[in-house]
């Protein structure tokens, strides 16, 4: 016997993206809900209710851009991790906003819409996991900085 898939739905496998704090667990969500896709496994449905903000990890803090500390970009080893780290902070944030897209948008438009915002957002997640992978390569992790 079968099992059941583990998202009800395309807007579903959204709303679980949305709320995961945890960003390799965002990413792994969302390769789990492009191969269901992929497989012909998944409707598009329905959220009742998008989350304002999706969840976001303990690290990094979250600060107003007046607040940030300002880093420089410099040669070696800090320079790369600085750029590779805000680069990563970029690619989850991008994610969260395709799947925000699809859980806002895809029940109201035809599946192609879905399947682009699906891609998108599969292709951020590969980004991110590649960005976060060369970061660990280097001695640090996401949210370091």
Known sequence: MDAAPPFASLTAAALAVLTAADPAEKVRLTRMAAAEWAAGALPIGAVPMVPE?????????????????????TRGVRGRVTLLHALAHIELNAIDL??????RFAPDFPPGFAADWLRVAAEEA????????????????????
């Open 98 to 103: 395709a799947w925000d897209i699809l859980a």
């Open 53 to 73: 903000r999706p969840a976001r990890p303990e690290r990094p803090d979250l600060l107003p851009p007046n607040k940030m500390p300002h880093r420089r970009l």
């Open 126 to 145: 590969e980004h991110f996991a590649l960005l976060t992978g060369r970061l660990a390569a280097l001695g640090a992790a996401y949210g370091d900085l």
